[in-house]
């Protein structure tokens, strides 16, 4: 099924020109949506080692040949940019209701190109756009930008994609949002759309998004509300969204706290899901026509914090980054810090790395009290963080060194080589340690946007036979469990396969927390709903295919930026035993197996093990022959 809806809109901000090509339906099926649309254009058009943040990087919205159809866990806008955090591809996922917006004013995608004289917004309303002046919201945070905007359009119902004061300032980790809330966080793109003066993407569409089977859509839809909520993951989701992995670290003692350091925090139990749920947490919230509802939202009103639910409330990586990772158990004070990085747009995980970073070099006595503007930066030290949040968003003193990231401060403070960064590609590890699941480990490692935790699904849904992976995800062609801990063939095949399947996740806009094995959604169900939606006799191999190519053409994008073999790697802690709890003197990852994983995963994949490079018979293969680079 060819739709309109699937135009891809230009935006030349250097001339104020916009113009639309409608791809045709052999790409669009070919590369589905995300940045399966993005990397093709980038490849052809965005010059090697172009600066980030100059006026020739691109920026691609996009949504996917499915999003705007009513069916359940698909919401999100991808956007795309070469990253300024990571020099590499940098993509990231946001659900919410922006991406079915979209596809209802007439749009898949959206190219942004150059840098406007002066700030401005985008307002695109029912297939008309306009490039509208932005000065007098240039300096305000989301919650007010939203406001204004829609009061000064008129339209109470239009969807706003911004960035705040982190964005504009050009953070290296600022992110994109909408509705205030779903972030498009990792890999500094908010600061891509800051340096284009590029404040919002607003969108208003009336028109329903045409949909092949539309009873079809329906009845997945319901059936993912009454038989999907059953589920133990759904209801867990739905009830608790991410937040029971507090505790389940903390009792397998693998909860990041101090750094990396630690893997019992004794304030576990102030920051456990049912503690957060007694003190910050009111009623869930959900995305565009998604029944699971699993995002939280936290409301404080005591004498030391005002926290509005419109921000949200922290999630599990929050919870970490700015709770254990720091040692802060106070779940006000996280309510608060995770509301003011919502309000400023950035990322939770890269800014309290970074802080944790600086903590531990306070505490070795590497920096004092003169170098960090004269705060006790020690671990613990609650009343630090709101204002290196501040410092960070607006650059103030050391803040404007530590808003490159942690491995960018280290390197100017003279402290990269101390072995406590906990980076790769330059962006900073999320809370989930590899060392008790070396699936992550070779997410961390491998991912083409640096270290990141939803590259593939987690060992522990196919650790055991009656795991969801195993019970649920057949489909894969994973039959039997597979030890968390092994780095051996089974695993590099399981991440192989897994990692295909998550790349599919995320060019169609889908949750990963809808469909098994992390969510409720058979796979045979999620073929039939791309099926109803466009059409299409697709089965789960083209699928499969489609993800492949997008995985060789990331790896293509980053060998041209100059990434080698040798950035797929981990931090040097993760080499090391546990040093406390349950896990004392156990779970250090051996490097030897982790070069052996690599190099067949690199095979696995079709490309040159000594180099990582993709041999031209695979992408032949794929047919992406005119990415060939002839000798």
């Known amino acids: 099924m060819e739709t309109s809806e699937n135009k891809f809109l230009f935006i030349d901000l250097t001339n104020s020109k916009t113009w639309i090509e409608e791809p045709d339906q052999i790409f669009c099926r070919t590369f589905l949506g995300g940045r399966g649309w993005a990397l093709p254009y980038f490849l052809k058009n965005l010059k090697p080692r172009t600066d980030p943040l100059g006026p020739e990087n691109i920026l691609a919205v996009t949504t996917s040949v499915i999003s705007g159809a009513r069916g359940p866990a698909m919401p999100r806008v991808i956007v795309c940019a070469k990253s300024p955090l990571t020099g590499a591809f940098g993509e990231s996922e946001a659900g919410g209701y922006w991406a079915p917006e979209l596809k209802k004013a007439g749009f898949g995608a959206i190219f942004v190109l150059g840098k406007a004289a002066e700030p401005v917004y985008i307002w695109i309303n029912d297939g008309q756009v306009e490039i509208k002046n932005a000065s007098h919201l240039w300096g305000l945070e989301t919650g007010e930008t939203q406001d204004l905007i829609r009061s000064e359009l008129g339209e109470s119902r239009a969807r706003v994609l911004q960035i705040g004061p982190a964005g504009e300032n050009g953070v290296l980790y600022a992110n994109i949002v909408n509705e205030l809330a779903h972030f498009n966080g990792r890999n500094g793109l908010g600061a891509v759309m800051g340096s284009k003066n590029l404040k919002a993407i607003v969108v208003r569409g009336k028109k329903e998004v045409t949909v092949a089977d539309p009873e079809k859509v329906k009845e997945i839809n319901s059936w993912t509300a009454k038989e999907g909520l059953q589920k133990p993951l759904g209801e867990i989701l739905h009830r608790h969204g991410t937040l029971p992995l507090v505790r389940t670290f903390q009792e397998m003692g693998a909860l990041p706290t101090r750094n990396w350091t630690r893997g019992v925090f004794q304030g576990g139990e102030e920051i456990s899901a049912e503690n957060l749920h007694k003190t910050i947490y009111i009623e869930p919230k959900g995305c565009f026509s998604c029944p699971i509802r699993c995002k939280r939202r936290a409301r404080v009103d005591n004498d030391d914090f005002h926290v509005d639910p419109r921000f949200g409330g922290p999630e599990y990586e929050t919870i970490g980054a700015l709770g254990s990772i720091l040692e802060i158990s106070d779940p006000y004070l996280l309510a608060k810090a995770n509301e003011m990085c919502n309000r400023y747009a950035v990322d939770t995980i890269s800014l309290g790395m970074t802080i944790g970073w600086l903590m531990e070099a306070f505490e070795k006595g590497l920096v004092d009290r003169d170098d960090c503007d004269g705060l006790d930066i020690k671990f613990g ?92 995800a057949s489909a894969l062609g994973i039959f039997h469990p597979v030890d968390p801990l092994s780095l051996g063939p089974e695993k590099v095949r399981l991440f192989y396969y897994s990692d295909l399947f998550w790349s599919l996740i995320d060019m169609l806009g889908f949750c990963t927390f809808g469909f098994v094995p992390r969510g409720p959604i058979p796979l045979e169900m999620m073929v039939d709903l791309i099926k109803a939606v466009t059409g299409w006799p697709v089965s789960l191999w083209e699928l499969f295919k489609a993800a492949e190519r997008t995985i060789h053409l990331a790896r293509l994008f980053n060998i041209r930026e100059g990434f080698t073999i040798e950035d797929d790697r981990l931090p040097q802690r993760f080499f090391q035993n546990f040093k406390d709890g349950p896990l004392k003197g156990k779970g250090g990852i051996d490097q030897d197996q982790l070069k052996a994983a690599m190099r067949m995963r690199y095979i696995m994949m079709g490309w040159d093990p000594d180099t990582g490079q993709p041999l031209p018979e695979r992408l032949y293969e794929l047919g992406l022959g005119e990415f060939v680079k002839e000798d």
């Open 381 to 472: 030290n609650g009343e630090v963080l709101l204002p290196l949040i501040e410092k960070i968003v607006f650059k103030e003193g050391l803040g404007e060194k530590m808003a490159r990231g942690s491995k960018r401060l280290a390197r100017e403070l003279g402290l990269e080589d101390q072995g406590f960064l906990m980076e790769v590609k330059g962006q900073e590890v999320p809370m989930h340690d590899p060392r008790v699941k070396t699936g992550v480990g070779l997410q961390y490692a491998l991912s083409d946007y640096g270290a990141d935790h939803i590259v593939a699904p987690h060992d522990t849904v196919f650790a055991t036979e009656d795991g969801p992976g195993i019970k649920e």
